[in-house]
């Protein structure tokens, strides 16, 4: 019988009724405390205790199980009962401990209709917006009878390390509203008690892990510090981590005296216009955009402000888009230009398929918003976004951009959106990042400025790329 790290006995201290999040860096020994727990599980509450194991493939199951026969070999001998074709192991009380992959809905139809006491999610960091949902629905599953009249409580642990694929999704529904081992009632109305860890708190690991740990991570120190210390506020890697700073570039609505929401005069030379990403499945993003062509307090000639943004995202997950039609998205652009004062024009990203013979841009004209397609360089995009934002944080006099406290969205993952390990010049784009691309449309728009005081002046072009827009004096 294995025993457990001190780490491990005070995760299963944890009362049964509380949903276990452990959460943390890498080697602290999470699996192995999940199937000591699913054990004691089953020996306390025999018949009525079903434990249900997940991961994302079956192949990334196998080592687990075999891990998991030879210690209930080693308690039960030939009294345990191993069905590795369905991957159920019954120990001598009736109790079963089930391991299944989650991967598809296929694999979530096998689970539909059935009843578990303990559901455990390993390498919940990795999976991806529909995995996580299907964890989610699994919460439905978890029924094993009248505790009082000889049930089994019922509960779900989760298992993750800083870094994956739902990074964002566990910071956003997890880290940000939990303190390490208190209790807390999170939105989807469930106890839970959150237990980091790291390698520290694992006495059986090599002295040299640590090593191991950076040459893992590929040098990249960000996902180090994750790894090693459980950091879940990390860049790993970030395209724009090192030239932003929330203490210097995020605006309030003092800062912007001529919003609607101040009523004082805009000043000439401000232009207001659109930027959006368009996105069903994935989210559509837009932004309220401010093109400073005069200097204005601390704004230099040619600086951007995103003044408030619009998002199709799932509030609970910024990944995944909630299937807005054109109209809606729309409208709700309508409203933010109403809100902030910016015209109904600017740039989008089109898209045709919409409807036959149509386009986004087509679809948007319907609702007064007048949009061309953005500059598609997307290397040098990024270059304008890292030079502007790398003005403002240096306070140096050159255009500069600034982003609202409104733009939530932008705060929550353009700091984080990582670079691409094969091409540095462009970022990753299996990760969240339509408030990036939309960010970029927006600083390569060309504002077209008339002359007012000389009818007769030729149109100046400010911007990186893409043709000029009308004027929006």
């Known amino acids: 019988m294995l025993t457990a790290s001190p780490w491990q006995a005070s995760v299963m201290k944890a009362p049964e009724s509380l949903n276990i ?31 249900l194991f997940v991961r994302q493939t079956l192949r990334s199951l196998r080592e687990v199980e075999d891990n998991f026969q030879m210690m209930l070999t080693g308690i039960y001998g030939a009294a345990l009962r191993v069905n590795r074709q369905d991957h159920v192991f019954t120990v001598p009380n009736g109790a079963t ?21 303990l559901i455990i999610a390993d390498e919940y960091g990795n999976f991806n917006p529909t995995q996580i949902k299907f964890i989610d629905q699994l919460r439905a599953n978890l029924r094993a009878g009248d505790l009082e009249k000889g049930g089994a409580p019922t509960r779900m642990i989760l298992l993750a390390n800083p870094g994956g694929r739902a990074h964002q999704s566990i910071v956003s529904r997890f880290i940000t509203k939990m303190q ?47 790894w090693a210390q ?31 929401s101040r009523d004082e005069p805009r000043p000439r030379g401000i232009y207001g216009y659109v930027s959006c990403d368009w996105g069903q499945s994935s989210p559509a993003v837009a932004f309220a955009c401010w093109k400073i062509l005069s200097p204005y307090g601390k704004f230099p000639r040619g600086s951007l402000i995103l003044a408030d943004e619009v998002s199709s995202a799932d509030p609970e997950d910024l990944s995944v888009g909630m299937n807005w039609s054109v109209g809606r998205l729309a409208e709700n652009i309508v409203d933010m230009c109403v809100r902030t004062g910016v015209a109904q024009l600017g740039t989008i990203d089109d ?92 600083a390569t728009y060309e504002v077209a400025e008339v002359r007012f005081n000389n009818p007769h002046a030729t149109v100046k072009k400010y911007g990186v790329g893409g043709p000029g827009a009308p004027s929006m004096g």
């Open 21 to 51: 999040a452990m959460f943390g860096g890498r080697g602290a020994g999470r699996t192995t405390c999940a199937l000591l727990m699913a054990t004691t599980h089953a020996e306390q509450y025999g018949k009525n205790a079903r434990v």
């Open 97 to 117: 401990i089930e391991f299944g992959p989650l991967s598809d809905v296929e694999d979530m139809a096998k689970l539909q209709g059935r009843s578990f006491s």
């Open 180 to 226: 390490p081992k208190a209790v807390h009632i999170l939105d989807d109305g469930l106890k839970w008690i959150l237990f980091p860890g790291n390698y520290t708190d694992n006495p059986n690991l090599p002295t040299n892990y640590d090593q191991s740990l950076f040459a893992s991570a590929a040098k990249d120190r960000e996902l180090f510090r994750a």
């Open 230 to 260: 459980g950091a879940w506020n990390i860049a790993r890697g970030a395209m724009f981590a090192d030239c932003i700073d929330e203490s210097i570039q995020m605006v309030v609505d003092q800062d912007l005296p001529w919003m609607p």
């Open 351 to 442: 898209a045709r398929g919409l409807q036959p013979d149509d386009t986004l841009i087509k679809g948007m004209a319907r609702y007064q918003l007048t949009f061309q397609r953005p500059m598609k360089n997307r290397r040098s995009g990024w270059a304008a976004m890292r030079e502007m934002l790398y003005n403002s944080q240096m306070k140096n006099g050159k255009p500069g951009m600034w982003v609202h406290q409104r733009c939530t969205g932008w705060w929550a993952t353009v700091p984080l959106v990582p670079r691409d390990q094969a091409h540095p010049e462009d970022i990753d784009t299996k990760t969240v990042d339509h408030w990036a691309d939309t960010t970029r449309y927006a």
